[in-house]
């Protein structure tokens, strides 16, 4: 959240309250955009979380199909006996 973009404390959470319809306007309308403000704030940081998130995922999914790449070549290879192999050259 950036500084000093809005107003500091936390978010009004509900309807308005009670007898805000006998306020006058000025206070609604400052009510109205404190709230406004807030709303914009918390959707700015959910859509840099979900960002951040899906980032993340795409690096996973580049992993994991990595591995699988590996373990496929890894059970091509055949696997059979040492004595299959024939003797290094020093013997």
């Known amino acids: 959240m950036r500084q000093g973009s809005m107003p500091q404390g936390p978010m009004p959470q509900g309807p308005l309250p009670q007898g805000s319809m006998t306020q006058d306007p000025e206070s609604r309308l400052d009510a109205l955009e404190t709230r406004i403000a807030h709303q914009d704030a918390t959707i700015e940081d959910l859509n840099r979380i979900v960002t951040e998130q899906w980032s993340a995922i795409d690096l996973l999914t580049r992993h994991v199909a990595a591995l699988r790449e590996r373990v496929r070549e890894m059970a091509e290879r055949p696997t059979g006996p040492a004595g ?5 050259p020093h013997y």
């Open 84 to 88: 299959d192999e024939p003797p290094p």
